[in-house]
């Protein structure tokens, strides 16, 4: 009889495995809290920094908005006010 065809019975032991799969769960757990409290965290600290600000973001994004259309009526107006003698010409360069 040649040693392949020998059989050895393979016993699994469920103890390691069992405490293994506890601790990656408990590790999941603890990651999974770290990620929960430095999310939480980070959130608190910007809606902090944006109240620290002086104006309100609305109030920017109004202000901003409305230099925009002023400097769109200005560029409008004075595309339509030139004539094509006070237009350079750079031959499409």
Same mark, same amino acid.
């Given at each position: 009889? %040649?040693?392949?065809?020998?059989? +050895? =019975?393979? &016993?699994?032991?469920?103890?390691?495995?069992?405490? $293994?799969?506890?601790?990656?769960?408990? !590790? /999941? #757990? #603890? /990651?999974?809290?770290?990620? @929960?409290?430095? !999310?939480?965290? %980070?959130?608190? +600290?910007?809606?902090? *920094?944006?109240?620290? *600000? =002086?104006? =309100?973001? @609305?109030?920017? /994004?109004? %202000?901003? *908005?409305? +230099?925009?259309?002023? /400097?769109? $009526?200005? !560029?409008? =107006?004075? *595309?339509? !006010? $030139?004539?094509?003698?006070?237009?350079? &010409?750079?031959?499409? +360069?």
């Amino acid at each position: 009889m %040649s040693t392949f065809e020998t059989r +050895q =019975e393979v &016993h699994f032991e469920p103890t390691p495995f069992l405490i $293994a799969m506890i601790l990656m769960g408990c !590790g /999941a #757990l #603890l /990651a999974f809290l770290g990620v @929960a409290v430095s !999310g939480l965290h %980070s959130v608190n +600290q910007g809606v902090r *920094w944006v109240r620290s *600000w =002086e104006h =309100e973001p @609305a109030d920017l /994004a109004k %202000s901003k *908005w409305a +230099q925009l259309k002023a /400097a769109s $009526a200005a !560029g409008t =107006e004075a *595309w339509k !006010g $030139a004539t094509p003698s006070t237009v350079a &010409h750079d031959g499409g +360069q």
